[in-house]
Protein backbone atom coordinates (compact mmCIF):
# COMPACT_ATOMS: atom_id res chain seq x y z
CA UNK A 1 0.00 0.00 0.00
CA UNK A 2 0.88 3.72 -0.73
CA UNK A 3 -0.20 6.77 0.93
CA UNK A 4 -0.89 9.94 -0.53
CA UNK A 5 -0.47 13.82 0.37
CA UNK A 6 -1.08 16.69 -1.48
CA UNK A 7 0.05 20.26 -1.38
CA UNK A 8 -1.23 22.94 -3.93
CA UNK A 9 1.20 25.61 -4.89
CA UNK A 10 0.97 28.94 -6.63
CA UNK A 11 3.99 30.33 -8.32
CA UNK A 12 3.66 34.03 -9.78
CA UNK A 13 5.47 34.86 -12.91
CA UNK A 14 7.99 37.86 -12.84
CA UNK A 15 5.40 39.09 -15.66
CA UNK A 16 2.36 38.42 -17.10
CA UNK A 17 2.95 35.48 -20.01
CA UNK A 18 0.56 37.09 -22.59
CA UNK A 19 -0.51 34.48 -25.31
CA UNK A 20 -3.48 34.34 -27.84
CA UNK A 21 -5.03 32.90 -25.06
CA UNK A 22 -5.01 35.87 -22.95
CA UNK A 23 -2.24 37.22 -20.16
CA UNK A 24 -1.77 34.38 -17.10
CA UNK A 25 -0.06 35.72 -13.96
CA UNK A 26 0.67 32.62 -11.98
CA UNK A 27 1.28 29.08 -12.74
CA UNK A 28 -1.18 26.84 -10.17
CA UNK A 29 -1.00 23.38 -9.53
CA UNK A 30 -0.82 20.40 -6.82
CA UNK A 31 2.19 18.70 -5.77
CA UNK A 32 1.69 14.99 -4.19
CA UNK A 33 4.01 13.18 -2.14
CA UNK A 34 3.61 9.04 -2.07
CA UNK A 35 5.60 6.48 0.50
CA UNK A 36 5.63 3.31 0.56
CA UNK A 37 5.29 0.39 3.66
CA UNK A 38 9.40 0.63 3.32
CA UNK A 39 9.59 4.33 3.52
CA UNK A 40 10.44 4.64 0.18
CA UNK A 41 9.41 8.48 -1.14
CA UNK A 42 8.55 10.36 -4.28
CA UNK A 43 6.91 13.23 -5.55
CA UNK A 44 4.45 13.75 -8.55
CA UNK A 45 2.98 16.80 -9.69
CA UNK A 46 -0.68 18.02 -11.15
CA UNK A 47 -0.66 20.84 -13.27
CA UNK A 48 -3.50 21.33 -15.57
CA UNK A 49 -4.04 23.99 -17.86
CA UNK A 50 -7.63 23.90 -19.11
CA UNK A 51 -7.75 26.29 -22.22
CA UNK A 52 -5.89 23.21 -23.81
CA UNK A 53 -8.13 20.55 -22.90
CA UNK A 54 -7.41 19.15 -19.30
CA UNK A 55 -9.07 19.23 -15.79
CA UNK A 56 -9.57 22.13 -14.25
CA UNK A 57 -7.61 22.54 -10.97
CA UNK A 58 -10.94 22.97 -9.09
CA UNK A 59 -11.64 19.18 -10.84
CA UNK A 60 -8.10 17.89 -9.71
CA UNK A 61 -8.17 19.45 -6.42
CA UNK A 62 -11.70 17.47 -6.16
CA UNK A 63 -10.59 14.11 -7.28
CA UNK A 64 -7.68 14.30 -4.94
CA UNK A 65 -9.83 15.10 -2.44
CA UNK A 66 -12.39 11.65 -3.26
CA UNK A 67 -8.65 9.79 -3.62
CA UNK A 68 -7.93 7.81 -0.58
CA UNK A 69 -5.06 8.67 1.52
CA UNK A 70 -3.74 5.15 1.45
CA UNK A 71 -4.28 2.59 -2.02
CA UNK A 72 -2.36 0.14 -4.24
CA UNK A 73 -0.54 1.21 -6.87
CA UNK A 74 -3.15 -0.53 -9.55
CA UNK A 75 -5.44 1.67 -8.59
CA UNK A 76 -3.66 4.41 -10.49
CA UNK A 77 -5.01 2.28 -13.72
CA UNK A 78 -8.20 3.64 -12.92
CA UNK A 79 -7.64 7.07 -12.91
CA UNK A 80 -9.77 8.11 -16.41
CA UNK A 81 -8.34 10.04 -19.42
CA UNK A 82 -11.19 13.24 -18.53
CA UNK A 83 -8.30 13.83 -16.28
CA UNK A 84 -4.92 13.73 -18.54
CA UNK A 85 -2.86 15.96 -15.73
CA UNK A 86 -3.83 13.74 -13.00
CA UNK A 87 -2.93 10.71 -14.32
CA UNK A 88 0.23 12.16 -15.20
CA UNK A 89 0.55 13.41 -11.15
CA UNK A 90 -0.09 10.00 -10.16
CA UNK A 91 2.24 7.80 -12.38
CA UNK A 92 5.14 8.68 -10.12
CA UNK A 93 4.13 5.69 -7.96
CA UNK A 94 5.43 3.88 -10.90
CA UNK A 95 8.90 4.90 -9.51
CA UNK A 96 8.44 3.22 -6.45
CA UNK A 97 7.47 -0.24 -7.61
CA UNK A 98 10.46 0.60 -9.98
CA UNK A 99 12.65 0.78 -7.23
CA UNK A 100 11.17 -2.44 -4.99
CA UNK A 101 11.67 -4.33 -8.44
CA UNK A 102 15.23 -3.40 -9.27
CA UNK A 103 18.29 -5.41 -9.16
CA UNK A 104 19.65 -3.06 -7.56
CA UNK A 105 17.32 -1.22 -5.57
CA UNK A 106 17.48 2.43 -4.10
CA UNK A 107 19.37 3.45 -1.33
CA UNK A 108 18.07 3.67 2.05
CA UNK A 109 16.71 7.06 2.62
CA UNK A 110 14.78 8.40 5.35
CA UNK A 111 10.99 9.41 4.64
CA UNK A 112 12.17 13.21 4.28
CA UNK A 113 14.43 12.34 1.49
CA UNK A 114 12.70 11.28 -1.99
CA UNK A 115 13.95 8.39 -4.18
CA UNK A 116 13.95 10.29 -7.55
CA UNK A 117 15.29 10.63 -10.59
CA UNK A 118 18.57 12.27 -10.20
CA UNK A 119 19.55 16.10 -9.76
CA UNK A 120 16.53 18.47 -9.90
CA UNK A 121 18.95 21.02 -11.11
CA UNK A 122 18.72 22.93 -14.36
CA UNK A 123 19.28 22.00 -17.16
CA UNK A 124 18.26 18.49 -16.27
CA UNK A 125 18.65 15.29 -14.22
CA UNK A 126 22.16 13.18 -14.31
CA UNK A 127 24.77 14.42 -16.99
CA UNK A 128 22.48 13.85 -20.19
CA UNK A 129 21.53 17.55 -20.90
CA UNK A 130 23.23 20.89 -21.53
CA UNK A 131 21.27 24.10 -21.96
CA UNK A 132 22.13 23.75 -25.59
CA UNK A 133 19.55 21.05 -25.38
CA UNK A 134 16.65 23.15 -23.64
CA UNK A 135 15.08 25.72 -25.74
CA UNK A 136 14.68 28.99 -23.81
CA UNK A 137 11.28 31.13 -23.91
CA UNK A 138 11.63 35.02 -24.63
CA UNK A 139 9.60 37.41 -23.54
CA UNK A 140 6.67 38.55 -25.88
CA UNK A 141 7.18 41.80 -28.11
CA UNK A 142 10.35 43.91 -28.21
CA UNK A 143 11.40 43.22 -24.80
CA UNK A 144 12.53 39.82 -26.63
CA UNK A 145 15.34 41.97 -28.40
CA UNK A 146 17.08 42.72 -25.06
CA UNK A 147 16.34 39.50 -23.18
CA UNK A 148 17.81 36.79 -25.66
CA UNK A 149 22.32 37.76 -25.14
CA UNK A 150 21.45 36.77 -21.26
CA UNK A 151 19.95 33.27 -22.58
CA UNK A 152 22.66 32.79 -25.21
CA UNK A 153 25.65 33.70 -22.88
CA UNK A 154 23.99 30.59 -20.30
CA UNK A 155 24.19 28.25 -23.28
CA UNK A 156 21.15 28.44 -25.08
CA UNK A 157 21.24 28.03 -28.44
CA UNK A 158 17.31 27.39 -29.58
CA UNK A 159 14.29 30.18 -28.39
CA UNK A 160 10.92 30.44 -28.55
CA UNK A 161 9.08 33.44 -29.07
CA UNK A 162 5.36 34.26 -28.92
CA UNK A 163 3.46 35.53 -31.21
CA UNK A 164 -0.38 36.95 -32.23
CA UNK A 165 -0.63 38.77 -28.97
CA UNK A 166 -0.01 42.72 -30.90
CA UNK A 167 -0.72 43.75 -34.44
CA UNK A 168 1.11 41.74 -37.38
CA UNK A 169 2.95 44.59 -38.41
CA UNK A 170 4.00 45.53 -34.73
CA UNK A 171 5.42 41.56 -34.60
CA UNK A 172 6.74 41.46 -38.03
CA UNK A 173 8.92 44.59 -37.56
CA UNK A 174 10.16 42.60 -33.72
CA UNK A 175 10.43 39.38 -35.81
CA UNK A 176 12.98 41.05 -38.43
CA UNK A 177 14.91 43.17 -35.74
CA UNK A 178 14.81 39.44 -33.55
CA UNK A 179 16.44 37.51 -36.30
CA UNK A 180 18.87 40.33 -37.53
CA UNK A 181 20.15 40.13 -34.10
CA UNK A 182 20.46 36.51 -33.23
CA UNK A 183 24.08 34.48 -33.35
CA UNK A 184 24.60 32.44 -36.75
CA UNK A 185 24.22 28.74 -34.80
CA UNK A 186 20.73 30.12 -33.59
CA UNK A 187 17.08 28.48 -34.21
CA UNK A 188 13.78 30.19 -33.26
CA UNK A 189 10.60 28.68 -32.78
CA UNK A 190 7.56 30.93 -33.14
CA UNK A 191 4.41 30.06 -31.07
CA UNK A 192 1.05 31.51 -32.26
CA UNK A 193 -1.05 29.66 -29.81
CA UNK A 194 -3.38 28.83 -32.48
CA UNK A 195 -4.28 33.20 -32.78
CA UNK A 196 -3.89 33.74 -36.72
CA UNK A 197 -6.11 33.69 -39.51
CA UNK A 198 -4.82 31.91 -42.70
CA UNK A 199 -3.72 35.05 -44.44
CA UNK A 200 -1.71 35.96 -41.33
CA UNK A 201 -0.28 32.41 -41.40
CA UNK A 202 1.16 32.54 -44.67
CA UNK A 203 2.54 35.94 -44.03
CA UNK A 204 4.55 34.35 -40.95
CA UNK A 205 5.50 31.38 -43.08
CA UNK A 206 6.77 34.34 -45.66
CA UNK A 207 8.36 35.70 -43.39
CA UNK A 208 10.17 32.84 -41.87
CA UNK A 209 11.43 31.77 -45.18
CA UNK A 210 13.23 34.73 -45.62
CA UNK A 211 15.20 34.70 -42.18
CA UNK A 212 18.31 34.58 -42.14
CA UNK A 213 18.62 32.11 -38.92
CA UNK A 214 16.58 28.67 -39.03
CA UNK A 215 13.06 29.20 -38.18
CA UNK A 216 12.89 25.94 -36.62
CA UNK A 217 8.83 25.99 -37.02
CA UNK A 218 5.55 28.03 -36.34
CA UNK A 219 3.84 26.53 -34.03
CA UNK A 220 0.30 26.08 -33.91
CA UNK A 221 -0.91 28.75 -36.14
CA UNK A 222 -4.51 27.82 -36.32
CA UNK A 223 -6.89 27.26 -33.48
CA UNK A 224 -7.24 23.49 -33.47
CA UNK A 225 -11.01 23.89 -35.22
CA UNK A 226 -9.69 25.31 -38.16
CA UNK A 227 -5.48 23.86 -38.59
CA UNK A 228 -6.30 20.22 -40.45
CA UNK A 229 -8.37 21.92 -42.99
CA UNK A 230 -5.46 24.50 -43.88
CA UNK A 231 -2.87 21.83 -43.94
CA UNK A 232 -3.59 20.44 -47.22
CA UNK A 233 -3.77 24.10 -48.83
CA UNK A 234 -0.56 25.24 -48.13
CA UNK A 235 1.57 22.37 -48.49
CA UNK A 236 4.49 22.38 -50.81
CA UNK A 237 4.04 26.22 -50.32
CA UNK A 238 6.65 27.30 -47.75
CA UNK A 239 9.92 25.47 -46.32
CA UNK A 240 9.10 26.16 -42.83
CA UNK A 241 7.68 23.72 -41.19
CA UNK A 242 4.34 23.70 -39.13
CA UNK A 243 3.85 22.19 -35.14
CA UNK A 244 1.26 21.72 -33.49
CA UNK A 245 0.42 22.22 -29.70
CA UNK A 246 -2.99 23.20 -28.46
CA UNK A 247 -4.04 20.50 -31.10
CA UNK A 248 -2.50 17.80 -29.65
CA UNK A 249 -2.44 18.54 -25.91
CA UNK A 250 -4.49 15.44 -24.51
CA UNK A 251 -3.30 11.88 -25.83
CA UNK A 252 -6.80 11.22 -27.50
CA UNK A 253 -6.48 14.42 -29.45
CA UNK A 254 -2.75 13.47 -30.37
CA UNK A 255 -3.93 10.28 -31.49
CA UNK A 256 -7.07 11.67 -33.27
CA UNK A 257 -4.62 13.91 -35.11
CA UNK A 258 -1.90 11.41 -36.04
CA UNK A 259 -4.05 9.64 -38.03
CA UNK A 260 -4.98 12.75 -40.19
CA UNK A 261 -1.73 14.24 -40.91
CA UNK A 262 0.71 11.45 -39.95
CA UNK A 263 4.35 12.90 -40.33
CA UNK A 264 3.40 15.65 -41.71
CA UNK A 265 4.12 18.11 -38.95
CA UNK A 266 6.34 18.49 -35.91
CA UNK A 267 4.32 17.37 -32.24
CA UNK A 268 4.91 19.41 -29.36
CA UNK A 269 3.32 17.11 -26.54
CA UNK A 270 3.37 18.63 -22.91
CA UNK A 271 3.98 15.52 -20.75
CA UNK A 272 2.42 17.18 -17.80
CA UNK A 273 -0.77 17.52 -19.38
CA UNK A 274 -1.39 14.67 -21.83
CA UNK A 275 -2.17 11.71 -19.55
CA UNK A 276 -0.21 8.67 -18.54
CA UNK A 277 3.23 8.83 -19.58
CA UNK A 278 4.17 5.44 -20.33
CA UNK A 279 1.23 5.41 -22.89
CA UNK A 280 2.77 8.59 -24.55
CA UNK A 281 6.51 7.08 -24.68
CA UNK A 282 4.63 3.89 -26.59
CA UNK A 283 2.80 5.95 -28.68
CA UNK A 284 5.55 8.30 -30.36
CA UNK A 285 8.27 5.22 -30.03
CA UNK A 286 5.63 2.68 -32.28
CA UNK A 287 4.64 5.58 -34.80
CA UNK A 288 8.11 7.41 -34.62
CA UNK A 289 6.81 10.60 -34.46
CA UNK A 290 8.94 13.98 -34.55
CA UNK A 291 8.08 15.03 -31.16
CA UNK A 292 9.44 18.30 -29.21
CA UNK A 293 8.49 17.58 -25.33
CA UNK A 294 7.65 20.72 -24.15
CA UNK A 295 7.08 22.65 -20.61
CA UNK A 296 3.30 23.29 -19.09
CA UNK A 297 5.30 25.71 -16.48
CA UNK A 298 5.10 23.10 -13.81
CA UNK A 299 7.83 23.22 -11.32
CA UNK A 300 10.67 20.79 -11.01
CA UNK A 301 8.86 17.70 -9.81
CA UNK A 302 6.88 17.74 -13.13
CA UNK A 303 10.16 18.92 -15.18
CA UNK A 304 12.05 15.76 -14.04
CA UNK A 305 9.45 13.26 -14.47
CA UNK A 306 9.41 15.01 -18.24
CA UNK A 307 12.89 14.49 -19.03
CA UNK A 308 12.96 11.24 -17.70
CA UNK A 309 10.73 10.77 -21.18
CA UNK A 310 12.94 12.85 -23.06
CA UNK A 311 15.60 10.32 -22.29
CA UNK A 312 13.54 7.64 -23.00
CA UNK A 313 12.90 9.06 -26.81
CA UNK A 314 15.96 10.25 -27.37
CA UNK A 315 17.55 6.62 -26.56
CA UNK A 316 14.91 5.24 -28.88
CA UNK A 317 15.80 7.11 -31.89
CA UNK A 318 13.46 9.67 -31.99
CA UNK A 319 14.66 12.75 -33.60
CA UNK A 320 16.30 15.12 -30.62
CA UNK A 321 15.36 18.92 -30.68
CA UNK A 322 15.55 20.85 -27.92
CA UNK A 323 12.95 20.45 -25.18
CA UNK A 324 10.59 22.94 -24.46
CA UNK A 325 11.58 23.82 -20.63
CA UNK A 326 13.85 26.95 -20.67
CA UNK A 327 11.89 28.89 -18.81
CA UNK A 328 12.66 29.07 -14.84
CA UNK A 329 13.54 32.70 -15.21
CA UNK A 330 9.64 33.60 -15.49
CA UNK A 331 9.10 33.06 -12.61
CA UNK A 332 9.48 34.96 -9.06
CA UNK A 333 10.67 32.10 -7.14
CA UNK A 334 14.31 29.98 -7.04
CA UNK A 335 12.72 26.95 -6.97
CA UNK A 336 14.32 25.22 -10.29
CA UNK A 337 17.33 24.96 -8.42
CA UNK A 338 15.34 23.19 -5.41
CA UNK A 339 14.97 19.29 -5.22
CA UNK A 340 11.88 17.72 -5.20
CA UNK A 341 11.82 16.97 -1.71
CA UNK A 342 12.71 20.86 -1.28
CA UNK A 343 9.60 21.76 -3.58
CA UNK A 344 7.51 20.18 -1.36
CA UNK A 345 9.15 21.46 1.78
CA UNK A 346 7.80 25.19 0.24
CA UNK A 347 4.27 24.43 0.31
Not at 16 to 35: D, Y
Not at 238 to 264: C, M, N, P, W
Not at 304 to 320: M, Q, R, T
Request: proline share 8%.
Amino acid sequence: MLCLEVRPYRRPFCQPLRTAHGAWTAREGLILRFQDEQGHVTFGEIAPIPWFGTETLVQAQAFCDRWPRQFSPEQVSEIPDSLPACQFGFSAVHLLAEALTSAIGPHPKSVSQPWNRGSATLPAPGANFGPADICALLPTGAMALTHWPTLWQAGHRTFKWKIGVAAVAEELAIFEALVAALPVGAQLRLDANGGLTPKVAASWLTACDRAPITIEFLEQPLAPAAILAWLPQIRGRFDTAIALDESVATFAQLKRVYQQVGQQVVYVVKPAITGCPQRLLQFCQRQHLDVVLSSALETPVGRNAAFDSACELWAAGIPKRALGFGIGHWFQDDWEDLSEADVWAQL
